[in-house]
């Protein structure tokens, strides 16, 4: 009988006895059973510790922020240690991976698990990026995210970002299923139910270990009662100015003369952030939010989802959003600091505030982790280190450029000479973008590439804000990201290989050259609109692309070809990805007719097309749901690839 001996108490080192078992089990289902002890002196049998408890010296700079693995092993027992609770959970994790498992998708259908006995185990490891983790996004259902929960702690990324108090939009766009409606009931759930699962996931990261962080936007809301978060439906978020007194419409900011909701969305609304009242009022809300969540490791301070619609009363256009948010930060640290609270505060570089500030520094760098957010990037390149570092762009006041990929570094570069903490990256490439690149191998080198340049930017780690469905065709974006994080010299085309060859089987090399054709024929860059010939027609106009786009429906129709000597497998996740490369086929056809009349710039027929697409293949969602979000998908083909310049041009191609 194998034994598993704990050496501590702790809730993620009881989590990783008991995984460690479960494998064990699994691997070796005759073998007998495993047995759980806790025994601090224990000298035999598998012992999950610290580094510390074992002798092994720890290399990092701290050891709660950093995960450092050492793993020594034998077919008896050894050691499993790790420079925190998680990072003892991620190398039981390492271990039963160094013996063959896998974890290809969230769900017990991701998990490959050979039926061998195990080998022994050397491996020591310090993680290449301290902060590796997830932002909720995306129509959420709350079996979706404890799944994520799970796989991102087998895929050892460590933090998990849980955005706004409570998430009644990515809830609700989920069981009302938005863009579904035709062949979904909906079965909206109210702020209670989402409540309490927004408590049920907390628990599931901390159990783990893992760093929870959260809230973003809403501060602006909050402290006055306005509503708090953004929603599909754009009526259910709008609040008039005569449901509240006159007193707190003043702290609302001024626009064109008047203080009003910003198109009647307070969540999109900013406030009158020179105003003294407004800005205790927040760093108020933020203190008492603090004192009652102990269990965020970081709480994000953001100022309202809206840019350029700051106020632009005498006092407020003295100074750039940067200093007055610093303002508010500053006192939220003082706060902080009276009531005896450690809370790191995290801070969005994003839009307006991606300028630096001029005139207000922050005091206390040590309180503050910075957040960069390339909201307006492209996602044809990377930055390397030949990359050039332009002038900054120009800040005006409510009319700024959006700054390139280029320039945004430039911003970054300018925040990095005036604030000396920790920054990571806050990135979207699993937001609409999975959607505009069908192949998947583009935008997973462009994730490898990106994680790649976090440390040549000087970013300590990076977030993921994306769906937590993102397995279509399957889940090696998610893979190599995490990969990548926790190994930066990981090479990509051999962690593709393996991940390709546990999920499809022999033939596996068959798939990879039908998506890798599939993501030359539409061709990332374009899709993200940067190859038109004519924006004044489209962003995606080019009729030249016509052929090479319906060359698609011949790669899915060998998809379609394999399928049919490969629906039943061996195991599990092999059969569920090929039957997502059957329904994915049949999606190519739909995304190769909908981009080829972009591409002739007949937008208004590719937005029917899409429309059509939405009802057609969201009969599917039951079936593929836990790897596809179909009402994101629907959302971001509709109303951003189809949306039409102008459709003042009606030039049909045929």
């Known amino acids: 009988m194998l034994t598993i001996n704990k050496l501590r108490c702790d809730s993620a080192i009881d989590h990783a006895a008991l995984e460690m078992k479960k494998y064990l089990r699994m691997m070796m289902p005759e073998a007998g059973d495993v047995k759980i002890a806790y025994d601090p002196e224990a000298k035999d049998g598998f012992r999950l510790g610290f580094l510390e408890d074992f002798g092994v010296p720890f290399t990092g700079e701290d050891p709660v922020q950093d995960d450092e693995l050492y793993i020594e092993t034998d077919v008896n027992g050894g050691i499993l240690a790790g420079s925190n609770p998680r990072s003892v959970l991620f190398a039981v994790y390492r271990y039963l991976r160094e013996n063959g498992c896998r974890w290809l998708y969230p769900g017990i259908d991701g998990d490959y698990v050979p039926m061998q006995d195990i080998v022994p185990v050397s491996y020591h490891k310090l993680a290449d990026h301290r902060i590796r983790g997830f932002c909720d996004e995306g129509y959420s259902s709350q079996t979706a995210m404890l799944e994520a929960i799970d796989y991102y702690a087998k895929l050892e990324l460590n933090t998990f970002n849980l955005e706004f108090f409570i998430p009644m939009n990515y809830y609700t766009r989920y069981y009302s299923h938005f863009h579904n409606e035709a062949n979904r009931m909906p079965e909206p759930v109210d702020e209670n139910q989402v409540l309490q699962w927004r408590r049920m996931c907390e628990v599931e990261i901390n159990k783990r270990g893992l760093n929870l962080t959260g809230i973003g936007h809403g501060w602006t809301s909050r402290a006055f009662g306005f509503k708090e978060n953004p929603d599909m439906d754009a009526a259910a978020e709008k609040q008039s100015e005569a449901d509240f007194p006159p007193e707190t419409i003043e702290m609302v900011a001024m626009r064109k003369g008047e203080r009003k909701f910003y198109m009647g969305r307070p969540p999109y609304t900013q406030l009158c952030l ?30 309202a989802d809206g840019s350029k619609n700051y106020c632009e009363c005498p006092e407020c256009i003295k100074m750039r959003p940067a200093d007055w948010r610093n303002i508010v930060l500053n006192k939220i640290d003082q706060k902080l600091t009276e009531a ?21 520094m922050l005091n206390n760098p040590d309180r503050f982790l910075l957040h960069y957010c390339p909201f307006t990037r492209d996602y044809s390149t990377s930055v390397t280190e030949d990359t050039p570092v332009p002038e900054a762009p120009e800040f005006i006041y409510n009319a700024w450029k959006a700054p390139t990929t280029e320039e945004g570094y430039a911003l970054l570069k300018q925040w990095q000479k005036l604030f000396s903490g920790d920054y990571l990256c806050f990135d979207y490439h699993l937001w609409r973008h999975q959607f505009v690149e069908p192949g998947g191998y583009s935008l997973a080198k462009r994730i490898y590439e990106d994680v790649r340049s976090l440390k040549i930017m000087g970013l300590c780690g990076m977030l993921e804000d994306g769906s937590q469905r993102s397995g279509f065709p399957n889940g090696f974006p998610v893979y190599i990201y995490a990969e990548t994080l926790m190994n930066r010299d990981c090479d990509f085309e051999t962690v593709r290989a393996d991940y390709f060859a546990h999920i499809y089987g022999k033939d596996w090399q068959k798939v990879d050259e039908v998506l890798r054709d599939v993501s030359t024929a539409f ?35 060998r998809l379609r070809f394999l399928f049919k000597t490969h ?9 569920v ?29 590719a937005r029917e097309l899409a429309e059509k697409f939405e009802v057609a293949f969201g009969k599917y969602e039951m079936e ?21 310049k102008a459709n003042a041009k009606k030039i049909i191609v045929e």
Request: glycine share 2%; with cysteine; aromatic share 14%.
């Open 577 to 605: 990805s090929w039957r997502l490369l059957n329904r994915y086929a049949e999606w190519l056809d739909w995304m190769a007719d909908i981009t080829t009349e972009k591409a002739k710039g007949n937008d208004w027929k």
């Open 340 to 360: 005896g609270l450690s809370t790191k505060v995290c801070t969005s570089l994003y839009v307006d505030t991606m300028f630096p500030p001029e005139h207000i």
């Open 567 to 575: 629906h039943v497998m061996p195991n599990r996740p092999q059969t």
């Open 274 to 303: 020179s105003n003294p009242v407004v800005q205790d009022k927040m760093a108020d809300a933020f203190v008492d939010y603090a004192k009652t969540h102990p269990n965020y490791v970081h709480i994000k301070f953001n100022l």
């Open 624 to 644: 593929i749901e836990r790897y596809y979000e179909h009402g994101m998908c629907a959302c971001h083909i509709t109303n951003w690839f189809c949306r039409s």
């Open 523 to 557: 061709d990332f860059a374009y899709m993200e609109g940067a190859r038109s010939i004519d924006e004044e027609v489209s962003m995606y106009y080019d009729p030249s692309r016509v052929s090479r786009l319906q060359s698609v429906h011949n790669l899915a129709a």
